[in-house]
């Protein structure tokens, strides 16, 4: 019977030094075990033993043993208890392995070797998404560091500008009256339609000065066009801005 004592007293210090605040003596009425002998909770959790302790713990499990007269020659007294996120079934289930791995290890110290089987399953069921709380939370702050937006590229200006240009017309057709609108369609020929009109041979009657002032006319248009063509840009980039704070 003394030898007993002193390798179960040897077992609690060395689990004592190794897990330090993780392992508590707890009066037996809070073990759920039926005895009256030492009862002691170990705190386990799936995150490495580096873990910063500040951080939240979405699963936590509490670990519960007491030796038994002739323990290790008789498997310890074994209880598991969620401190959080671990459900009932999965208590059961964890239970029933670790009463089976003690039987397997009669005739040794067998605590913590329990200690990490139980941990190990506590990373394999939960330790990929432990918990409801965190996860959701973690969603939350990635959908706010999503980019929004997109990069600015040579097509998608074009694009842009195509039907910026397109909207801007659609605004001046609706603020013209009907009047200047046929008006409009009436100056636009095609080139059958302006031959047979006889306007080319006044066009014809040109002199050479009005060819090049039309040329010099030309070339302003299209200094003109470039410079419409960096508003535009100015334009479509501080609305890429804007959506983008959206």
């Not at 959080?84 to 089976?100: C, F, T, V």
């Not at 329990?114 to 941990?119: G, I, Q, R, T």
């Not at 080139?191 to 302003?220: L, M």
């Amino acid at each position: 019977m003394a030898d007993y004592e002193q390798e179960q007293d040897m077992e609690v210090e060395a689990l004592q030094a190794i897990l330090m605040d993780d392992i508590k003596e707890i009066d037996p009425s809070e073990s759920g075990i039926a005895t009256t002998a030492r009862c002691f909770q170990i705190l386990l959790s799936p995150q490495d033993d580096d873990f910063d302790e500040s951080a939240y713990v979405p699963v936590q499990l509490a670990l519960i043993f007491a030796h038994t007269e002739k323990y290790p020659d008789e498997p310890p007294l074994l209880n598991v208890k969620s401190v959080r996120g671990i459900k009932p079934h999965d208590l059961a289930s964890l239970k029933e392995k670790l009463e089976q791995e003690a039987k397997e290890n009669l005739g040794m110290a067998m605590v913590y070797t329990l200690v990490s089987s139980a941990k190990e399953w506590l990373s394999e069921i939960y330790g990929q998404n432990g918990g409801d709380e965190e996860p959701e939370e973690t969603e939350a702050e990635e959908e706010v560091i999503i980019p929004h937006g997109e990069a600015v590229t040579v097509e998608s200006f074009l694009a842009w500008r195509d039907r910026f240009e397109a909207e801007l017309a659609l605004q001046r057709a609706k603020l013209m009256p009907d009047s200047a609108l046929t008006s409009s369609k009436e100056k636009k020929l095609t080139g059958r339609q302006y031959f047979e009109s006889g306007r080319h041979a006044v066009k014809g009657a040109s002199t050479v000065a009005d060819e090049d002032e039309e040329e010099e006319e030309d070339i302003e248009f299209d200094d003109d066009f470039e410079d419409d063509e960096e508003d535009m840009l100015e334009h479509y980039l501080a609305q890429q801005s804007e959506n983008s704070a959206a």
